[in-house]
């Protein structure tokens, strides 16, 4: 659950910076929130250094914020909406994978054949048996519900022959 909340705010956020970095692009030259004009220079100071910047520098280091937030953001965005699909669909396998399949929802009323109309409370069918209850010894369970019949017999262990690679002799 909170990956799905993060994943939802990672394509807010990523979307937010991406129009933090339009509107950058379209503010001209700024400095402080303020607008400056030709002549006027920007001092900014940065851990104790100062750089001084003339309008149309300035103007140039808005250009290339604005960008960096605009690429930034889209691929915030675009990384956090593959991130949603993924939770989304593993979210759904899961709830497909703990429904059983081939039984009516639960709740509501078994469906009926050939679309007539069928009473509350009656089955067409017996269910199934549990996984695990006793059967013919050999074989397969018939069609648990979710899961197919392998295609493959079972396993059975044999004694290993006298032959080739075989020394009854050999010491383990």
């Known amino acids: 659950m909170k990956d799905l909340l993060y994943s939802v705010l990672g ?3 990523g979307a937010g910076i991406v129009f933090g970095g339009i509107a950058t692009l379209n503010s001209g030259a700024e400095c402080g929130g303020k607008s400056m004009s030709a002549g006027e220079t920007c001092v900014t100071t940065n851990k104790g250094s100062s750089v001084e910047r003339d309008a149309a520098e300035q103007e140039a280091q808005n250009k290339r914020t604005g960008w960096m937030l605009i690429g930034g953001g889209a691929v915030m965005g675009i990384g956090s909406a593959f991130w949603l699909r993924s939770n989304l669909r593993s979210r759904r396998a899961r709830r497909a994978a ?6 009516p929802p639960v709740g509501g009323p078994p469906p009926a054949p050939n679309g007539l ?3 509350q409370g009656q089955w067409q069918q017996a269910a ?3 996984y ?3 059967q013919a010894q050999g074989q397969w ?3 648990t519900p979710g899961y ?4 493959y017999p079972p ?7 006298p032959g080739a690679g075989y020394n009854p002799n050999y010491r383990r």
């Open 11 to 13: 394509v807010v956020f």
């Open 98 to 103: 703990t429904s059983p399949q081939g039984y």
């Open 117 to 119: 109309p069928q009473a």
């Open 128 to 130: 199934p048996a549990p």
């Open 132 to 134: 695990g209850s006793p």
């Open 141 to 143: 369970p018939q069609r």
């Open 148 to 151: 197919g019949a392998p295609a």
């Open 155 to 161: 396993h059975q262990p044999q004694a290993p022959q």
